[in-house]
């Protein structure tokens, strides 16, 4: 039944930085977006992955997409590893991963109708197929996702945010895939449409068995749909750990201060709540703290926290964190 | 949850207007919208019937005259100034050129030089330059600075310069023009697009496209040229005028179409050059179409730049 579909492990992804106006020649500095990111995913399953902007959750679903060239490291899909395979070869598992995006109205080419934008997976991976049954399959997964069939001639700016990100998940969902990676599906839809988009992930999922990989930089969203749920923080995993586990007895201080800024929709508890603040910016993922890299904003640090980076140790039920002193 | 779930649910709308969902209903595309703001912008409708003009004028004009463009009337020549003056009892509607030739005929025929040099001239250059800096913008890294290096450095050469030798050398005739026109005209136009390009590539929907593993050169015929086709267009409009002055210029120097053929450039000119024996009707006609067109194909590019680009999209 738990199946794993995906394995990454201790994945890299380093960008090429130079400061504006050096020399063609000068060494560029090496921006560590990724750093050793290790998880795995089970069939059906969905994996929530928080953290502040910046911290490389995108950078992260598009490393695992190959979408981005990898430093270091392995993402390994269904048996194979996908790391360094070519275009070409690559292809045949673009059908089984895809992916929806945060900004609905911008995944979508606003010169083609979404009919065509829903069939394009399909024609892709499918050259063969007739008109008539691209057709009937396009109308078939805007049923699903809840936009009428026989819109198919409407052009993308004649919806709204959240009728867009459904048409998103339809051309997500045409092909069949076994993961859909989602990028901050939510983050740019009002609060109520949030909550339809999620649910329709969520009924998506146990209809079809797709498994999810969920990405949010706030907690509460996250905790509605995922199976378990992963911290990073500057391009590092704090904390995994499944759903209730994590907030209920969240480890890591970092995952600590996310949930404490979490708002209670009750307004006497809100009141009565210490909010955790993370004072100081995120420091920069061109020059991480040595050590553990969250120590600078860290309220336990001690001094040993500088010199040692800590690893991700399992503390039972499935709860792994990277702290020295949890 | 739960009542969301009944907002949700695919099923519902399945009964409820099973009817109404048979008829597929029509989308307005991007186009549409902009065809009818341009079709609102009076100076531009204006200036595109009298560009129609202009054009039925060269392909039909010489159905209206008896004279061609080459046979010289010996009697008028000498006398011009008193003889020749356009006239439309005797049917040379713009007089005669200094050669005692038909002007209504030669420009008519000047006219269809001019738009051709115009037009083919922007389209190769539009569609060599749209290849190329759609090709340079979306792989970007070191292709793209190659290439942009080398537009660079063909751009830094004076380009009336290599015109003017390439005549000299290989001799004057209008395919000549072509190749020196379309040597250099497609050099910004590559820019324009290589830079619209690099803003369109980092939209999400071109990311969709790759993940979902379109092949690079779909997505640039797909989603990136069609979302350039506004830039491109409007840029193509402003192209043609210019196409025009250059290869008037041309002519003016004398480096251009050789006789018996002539373009406007070649028509003002001769127009100029005899001014001072006051015939200045052989001066007036070709400018005034020179102008007229010129103005024309200026207010549509700005109508279609309007009309594509509403709020800077
Ligand atoms: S290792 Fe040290 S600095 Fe890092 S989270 Fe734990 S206590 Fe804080």
Redesign the interface.
């Known amino acids: 039944m738990t199946e794993t579909i995906l394995k990454v492990d201790d994945l890299k992804v380093w960008f090429d930085v130079k400061k504006p106006g050096a020399m063609p020649w000068t060494r560029p500095r090496k921006l560590k977006a990724v750093d050793g990111v290790s998880f795995e995913l089970n069939a059906g399953e969905t994996l929530g992955i928080v953290g502040e902007s910046g911290c490389g959750k995108s950078t992260l679903a598009r490393a695992v997409m190959q979408m981005v060239p990898i430093e270091a490291g392995s993402v390994v899909w269904l048996g194979d590893d996908l790391t360094g395979l070519d275009t070409r070869r690559m292809r045949p598992h673009r059908k089984e991963m895809q992916m929806i995006f945060q900004d609905p109205l911008a995944s979508l080419n606003p010169r083609m109708t979404i009919g065509q934008i829903v069939a394009e997976p399909l024609k892709t991976h499918f050259p063969g197929l007739s008109a008539a049954k691209v057709k009937a399959r396009v109308q078939d997964v805007l049923d699903t996702v809840g936009i009428l069939p026989n819109l198919v001639n409407r052009y993308p700016h004649e919806f709204s945010g959240g009728q867009c990100q459904r048409i998103g998940i339809a051309r997500a969902l045409i092909v069949d895939p076994q993961l859909i990676i989602c990028d901050e599906p939510v983050s740019a839809l009002d609060v109520s449409i949030q909550a339809q988009v999620i649910n329709l992930l969520m009924d998506l999922q146990k209809e079809t068995g797709v498994a999810l990989i969920f990405i949010a930089h706030d907690l509460s969203v996250v905790k509605h749909i995922s199976d378990r749920v992963m911290v990073l923080y500057l391009g590092n995993v704090m904390e995994i750990a499944p759903a209730a586990e994590l907030y209920d007895r969240p480890l890591h201080p970092y995952t600590e201060a996310l949930i404490s800024a979490v708002p209670i929709p009750d307004p006497v508890l809100e009141r009565q709540k210490q909010v955790m603040l993370l004072d100081l910016d995120l420091p920069s993922p061109l020059d991480p703290p040595s050590g553990c890299v969250f120590r600078t904003r860290c309220p336990i640090a001690e001094p040993g926290c500088a010199q040692v980076k800590p690893v991700l140790a399992d503390k039972g039920r499935e709860h792994l964190v990277a702290c020295h002193l949890r | 949850?739960s009542n969301?779930?009944a907002?949700?649910?695919?099923q519902q709308?399945?009964t409820a207007?099973m009817a109404?969902?048979?008829?597929?209903?029509?989308?307005?595309?991007?186009?549409a919208d902009a065809r009818a703001r341009f079709l609102r912008n009076k100076a531009a409708m204006v200036s595109v019937g009298v560009l129609g003009a202009v054009f039925i004028f060269a392909f039909f004009g010489h159905l209206v005259t008896p004279y061609d463009n080459e046979t010289i009337d010996w009697n008028v020549l000498g006398k011009v100034k008193e003889l020749g003056k356009p006239s439309l009892a005797n049917g040379h509607y713009f007089g005669y050129d200094d050669s005692g030739r038909d002007l209504f005929a030669r420009v008519v025929q000047g006219t269809q030089v001019s738009l051709m040099v115009g037009v083919i001239g922007a389209a190769i250059a539009v569609i060599v330059g749209t290849i190329y800096g759609a090709v340079a913008g979306y792989i970007g890294g070191r292709v793209d600075s190659i290439m942009m290096r080398f537009v660079d450095i063909a751009m830094s050469v004076p380009y009336m310069f290599v015109l003017i030798l390439l005549l000299v050398v290989f001799g004057r005739s209008i395919e000549m023009i072509f190749v020196g026109i379309g040597l250099t005209a497609w050099l910004d136009m590559s820019r324009i697009v290589r830079g619209q390009t690099l803003s369109i590539k980092n939209?999400?929907?071109i990311?969709?496209?790759?993940?979902?593993?379109?092949?690079?050169f779909?997505i640039i015929r797909?989603?990136v040229v069609?979302?350039l086709l506004g830039v491109v267009v409007v840029y193509a409009t402003l192209l043609v005028p210019q196409m025009i002055l250059t290869e008037s210029f041309i002519s003016f120097l004398g480096l251009g179409v050789q006789e018996p053929l002539t373009s406007w450039g070649a028509l003002i000119s001769e127009g100029t050059s005899t001014m001072n024996y006051g015939t200045l009707w052989q001066l007036f006609f070709p400018l005034a179409f020179f102008v007229v067109t010129i103005f024309a194909f200026f207010f549509i590019g700005d109508g279609l730049r309007d009309a594509l680009d509403p709020k800077d999209r």
């Open positions: 949850m969301g779930m907002i949700l649910n695919p709308p399945r207007a109404e969902r048979m008829a597929e209903v029509k989308g307005r595309s991007l186009w939209k999400e929907f990311e969709a496209a790759v993940a979902t593993g379109v092949p690079s779909t797909r989603h069609p979302n």
